[in-house]
């Protein structure tokens, strides 16, 4: 292997293997040439069928039957043939080509005859036969032969067939059986099945890594090949993407590793997602590159990955995208790969500018200057040219602005720092390197203090919530960093818990929405999924009905659906065991039940919604407030509308019926009434039924509940017994926020 390979598994030798060869194959390709053109001279002609049948099952299609019958076909006049096997299997082999020969019977001759050619013609013969007799069916034939066949011979053979029998017939040769074993890493199955000397076969002292890693490796083929039809089929994703991983962790043979990157890719294409695909492509680029040095398959595999990442509108793919840009400029100038880059770089450089240039994104602008100063040292043809004193100064501007971007990674930036030599010469650089290893400590700091308050909330989170509240209030600042996310996404699912806990619902509804829309971020970014995006997601639909908002409610619970099914995709064990219980169908009845009945009537198919959301015994509530009886549900009742009713009454009379605080609203009234209570004082607000005004006015709630949710710690009074907010939406232009203070505590705000 070649520098790139030695440099990463320097860096990273946990990615690579820990086995030592103690030596390889003396297995010579002439010699195995010979050795298959002797095989009649030592009657091994049955051991010859069987490295056919191997070597088929790798190259051609995995689901053949051995032949059990007499040397030369028996009765059945077939060495080998296909058995059918279930249409979703095929999408999980990553050895063979033959996707057909699941539900087609194909059979296969062998022959070790130095008269190929009228062996050939006879076994085709006696296959037609058999298959006109006896109805089989066989769709193709394949003939492999220890002899040499030329190219123009094979073809005459093969045409003449076809036009005789009118089947697909396929015609392999010794060159073929001998360039699939030795560049397809098949020694090992040709020693076997001659009963070779240990000599011919690789002897490696397995590490203990690569003991867990091949044990791993295993699980991954039995689940994927007995996968369980009940979970969903993208489930199967994430551990096909596994299986290549551990594939070229392993440091398996370029073209295992290879088909099992191929079989991911098909399976995200039938399953997947588009973050599924992106992180396949670039992957397999990573690992043509450093594992094996193909640089035309690593380009082919960027031009594949440059489609994607540009279409996706994430600017994550785009810093994948320059990693592999970084790495075609270095192999183009240190002249290992002659291709024309600037293309490639006018379009990362334009995406990058684009991001740049969007005010609304401040963050994922701030992380496209980042990758655009990463690459600015590559960008010129002659290295001198290059000011490197600019770029060191650009660096420094960069890192101290760098706090409170949340999905920006200082660590990450100062590998990259450190990693270009050229930096090192610079004016400035002693000044840079002081000032990023101080913000790195400075930032390990203020996470180490930030756990201390975390911890001490957990401790008295049930007993004390609201000076919980103030301690995880105090971590909140030192954790928004890319380092803690896994830190402040707990942090703001407690606080929305305490929150909760002690009444202040809109508070509670920000923050599980907090968490929520970071776990869809990071999912959809990144490719990474959260626990978490379930929990909060269940707790937020929940306070929605609370809260009366019966049209949210139902969106957050299509979005929990999402969730649900995407952990269980992601194969999370902790969700699989520990699933949030699930009233959540219970309490949206009873909110319907609340709901006045001229309220109700005017909603057009009202039912409609609780049935397509899969929530039946809702859908019963809207039809029986609606004066109707759902007539499955009667049959169970015996017919009986007095047994009905009382079903109903005592559904009613739940005790969850008190936790729903306010009626119901399903959004077809012109005006919204939001209100709150802290500290002894009702804010009501009366809000236009638009979304720019319901959404700021449970912002509103739920700063002034987060504010005055601790007052009466820190002893603060509200002298006002009640204060009315008007919410407004006037048309204009360009959006603004008008507030206008009334005498009567109240305010008007357009």
């Known amino acids: 292997m070649g520098r790139a390979y030695e440099f990463y598994k320097e860096n990273h030798p946990d990615q690579f293997s820990d086995s030592e060869i103690i030596h390889t194959s003396k297995l010579d390709r002439n010699f195995f040439e010979y050795f298959l053109n002797t095989i009649t001279n030592r009657s091994e002609e049955k051991k010859f069928e069987i490295f056919c049948r191997r070597i088929a099952e790798k190259e051609i299609c995995p689901n053949l039957l051995p032949q059990t019958g007499p040397t030369g076909g028996g009765d059945s006049k077939v060495d080998s043939e296909t058995y059918p096997v279930s249409d979703q299997l095929p999408i999980v082999w990553y050895s063979g080509i033959g996707v057909e020969a699941t539900q087609e019977r194909w059979a296969f001759a062998f022959s070790a005859k130095k008269r190929w050619e009228p062996k050939l013609y006879s076994d085709v013969k006696s296959i037609v036969d058999v298959n006109n007799e006896q109805k089989r069916e066989y769709k193709k034939i394949f003939f492999i032969s220890n002899q040499f066949i030329s190219d123009k011979n094979r073809s005459k053979a093969e045409d003449d067939l076809r036009k005789t029998y009118g089947l697909d017939i396929r015609v392999f040769d010794r060159t073929w ?266 930032r390990k700091q203020e996470i180490a203090k930030a756990d201390l308050f975390i911890d001490r909330a957990i401790k008295i989170v049930d007993k004390k919530p609201i000076s919980s509240i103030s301690y995880l209030g105090r971590a909140l600042i030192d954790i928004y960093k890319e380092e803690s996310k896994g830190r402040l996404i707990v942090t703001l699912f407690l606080l929305a818990y305490c929150f909760g806990k002690i009444g202040c619902y809109w508070a509670a509804r920000n923050y599980y929405l907090h968490v929520f829309t970071l776990c869809l971020t990071q999912y959809t970014k990144y490719g990474e999924i959260h626990p978490a995006i379930v929990l909060s997601s269940t707790k937020l639909k929940m306070i929605e009905v609370q809260l009366g908002r019966i049209g949210y409610a139902l969106s957050i619970h299509e979005w929990a659906t999402i969730a649900e099914n995407l952990l269980c995709i992601e194969g999370r064990e902790d969700h699989k065991e520990k699933k949030p219980e699930d009233i959540f169908d219970l309490v949206m009845a009873i909110a319907i039940m609340k709901t006045p009945f001229d309220e109700l009537k005017r909603i057009p198919s009202v039912v409609k919604p609780f049935l397509y959301h899969d929530l039946p015994l809702s859908a019963i509530a809207a039809k029986y407030m609606l004066g109707y009886y759902d007539e499955e549900w009667l049959n169970q009742c015996d017919n009986d509308p007095a047994i009905f009713d009382q079903y109903m009454n005592r559904l009613y009379s739940q005790l969850v019926n008190q936790q729903i605080l306010y009626q119901p609203w399903y959004g077809t009234e012109d005006k919204v009434i939001m209100q709150t209570k802290v500290l002894g004082c009702t804010i009501c607000i009366n809000a236009s039924n638009k979304f720019v005004c319901l959404e700021l006015g449970a912002t509103i709630l739920a700063v002034i509940e987060s504010f005055f949710s601790t007052g009466t710690v820190r002893q603060i009074l509200i002298q006002s017994p009640s204060i009315s907010i008007k919410l407004n939406y006037v048309q204009y232009k360009s959006f603004f926020i008008k507030v206008e203070e009334k005498t009567d505590s109240s305010f008007d705000i357009s």
Not at 239 to 256: C, M, P, V
Not at 340 to 365: C, E, R, V, Y
Request: aromatic content about 10%; overall charge negative; hydrophobic content about 40%.
């Open 177 to 442: 059986l001998v360039e699939r074993v030795f560049t397809k890493g098949h020694t090992n199955i040709a020693a076997e099945c001659f009963d070779m000397s240990d000599s011919f076969v690789d002897s490696v002292k397995q590490g203990p890594g690569d003991y867990s890693k091949e044990y791993r490796l295993k699980e991954i083929e039995n689940a994927l090949m007995n996968y369980d039809p009940m979970l969903p089929k993208a489930s199967m994703i994430p551990i096909a993407l596994e299986a290549a991983y551990k594939s070229r962790s392993l440091e398996q043979t370029k073209e295992i590793t290879i088909a099992k990157f191929e079989r991911a890719q098909k399976i995200i294409k039938e399953f997947g997602l588009p973050n599924h695909m992106t992180e396949c492509i670039y992957e397999w680029a990573w690992t043509l590159h450093w594992w094996y040095e193909d640089h035309s398959g690593l380009y082919s595999k960027y031009c594949e990955f440059e489609i994607l990442a540009l279409s996706s509108g994430n600017i994550f793919e785009l810093e994948r995208l320059s990693n592999l840009w970084m790495i075609l400029r270095g192999l183009i100038l240190n002249e290992k790969l002659n291709i024309d880059i600037k293309p490639h770089t006018i379009k990362l450089i334009d995406a990058l500018n684009d991001f740049i240039s969007d005010h609304t994104k401040p963050n994922a602008a701030f992380e496209a200057t980042a990758i655009k100063l990463n690459i600015s040292g590559l960008l010129e043809d002659d290295i001198n040219n290059v000011d490197f004193d600019e770029i060191v100064l650009r660096y420094k501007e960069l890192i101290n602005n760098s706090d409170m971007h949340l999905d920006f990674s200082l660590p990450k930036l100062a590998k990259m720092i450190l990693r270009i030599p050229f930096l090192e010469d610079c004016e400035g650089y002693e000044e840079l390197f002081e000032l990023l290893s101080t913000k790195l400590a400075e």
